[in-house]
């Protein structure tokens, strides 16, 4: 198994900042990818980014494409989501999870059901 656990999130105002991590642990030598996702009250949850541990391959939702980084430090099994220029709407509970599922060649990783480990999340709200 894998284990993720995220931090970093809570209350940050409209155009603000937050960074969030996500430490995995266990079995990590098994995961292929990271992904990060968020779920709002009455909706689904939203693939928001991705990174492979091998070749970096990045994905972004277009929701947040050119405001939210992902990030990985392979050294200490950790990746993070840089989030800039926050708005209200992304007020959300935000999870990291790690894919297991393997693909020959080097792919990025684009479906939610791509992901087989998940954490617990951690709220982010943003105020106007």
């Known amino acids: 198994q894998v284990h993720v656990v995220e931090s970093g999130g809570g209350l940050v105002q409209a155009g603000g900042s937050l960074r969030l991590s996500c430490a995995a642990s266990?079995?990590?030598?098994?995961?292929?990818?990271m992904g990060w996702f968020r779920q709002s009250p009455g909706k689904e949850r939203e693939l928001l980014a991705a990174?492979?541990?091998?070749?970096?391959?990045?994905y972004y939702a277009d929701s947040v494409k050119g405001r939210f980084t992902i990030s990985r430090d392979n050294a200490k099994n950790t990746v993070y989501l840089q989030m800039n220029s926050l708005k209200p709407v992304d007020t959300a509970i935000y999870y990291c999870?790690?894919?297991?599922?393997?693909?020959?060649?080097?792919?990025?990783?684009?479906?939610?059901?791509?992901?087989?480990?998940w954490g617990q999340g951690t709220q982010v709200t943003v105020s106007s």
């Open positions: 999870a790690a894919s297991t599922r393997y693909y020959s060649g080097d792919p990025t990783y684009t479906e939610t059901d791509d992901f087989d480990y």
């Open positions: 266990g079995r990590t030598f098994s995961a292929r990818a």
């Open positions: 990174i492979t541990w091998s070749g970096g391959r990045i």
